[in-house]
């Protein structure tokens, strides 16, 4: 099956910074999300990218389908961005099922 | 924005009882997904259900889980008898059609005593 990876496993920003999460997969997708997980459990859909580039105020995601990576860029980051970012790839031809992986937790500190 | 909503938020029940999750998906999505998610790991694949049947499970969805959709808007995943490694975070997802996302509800916090 769909090997993902994410990296980092951690990482601790100063309020204002800026960061790239990247997700590599194994094998070609045509579905790809990012999801923030907050404090409370909820997972929160933040793109929905097999493909291409989006942008959604501070945050943008870009995949590039055929090298098999996407990446999610945080600017200027904000306490409230804390949580666990995650990764998830399908491939509808193979029953469409989402592969999360391990996530990249994020914790931006005052 | 249209939401998926479950209910109960959390729920805590003795090892051997049954349990039933329960799901609103947004109304006109036709494809419908359980996944769980134990503490500190991350989320897995239950079973996707769509034109009223199972469509793909896991090897984690065996005898003692089942799904139904009694009606034209819920999605129950139900649980015969827990055990206490069924204690988890259990998320349900709908999506309109295989060209857009999934979106997840709140999910249902499980805890097997």
């Known amino acids: 099956g769909i090997q993902v990876e994410q990296s980092p496993p951690d990482l601790i920003l100063q309020e204002g910074a800026n960061s790239t999460l990247r997700c590599n997969f194994s094998d070609s997708v045509n579905n790809l999300q990012w999801f923030h997980q907050n404090p409370w459990g909820q997972l929160i859909n933040l793109f929905y990218?097999?493909?291409g580039t989006k942008q959604n105020g501070r945050l943008s995601a870009t995949t590039v389908a055929t090298e098999r990576y996407s990446l999610l860029y945080i600017s200027s980051s904000q306490t409230t961005d804390s949580g666990v970012y995650f990764c998830a790839v399908g491939d509808y031809n193979q029953g469409g099922k989402l592969i999360f992986g391990q996530g990249t937790e994020l914790s931006v500190k005052p | 924005e249209p939401e998926v909503t479950q209910t109960p938020s959390h729920q805590v029940t003795q090892m051997g009882q049954e349990v039933i999750l329960r799901c609103v998906p947004i109304s006109n999505h036709l494809y419908f997904y359980w996944y769980r998610q134990i503490l500190g790991q991350k989320v897995e694949f239950l079973v996707s259900?769509?034109?009223?049947?199972?469509?793909?499970k896991s090897e984690i969805f065996d005898d003692q889980f089942s799904v139904e959709r009694p009606d034209g808007s819920n999605f129950t995943l139900k649980i015969r008898s827990t055990k206490l490694e069924d204690s988890a975070m259990y998320f349900c997802a709908s999506s309109l059609d295989r060209d857009h996302g999934y979106t997840f509800g709140s999910g249902t916090r499980l805890t097997v005593v």
């Open positions: 259900f769509y034109n009223n049947e199972i469509s793909e």
């Open positions: 990218i097999p493909s």
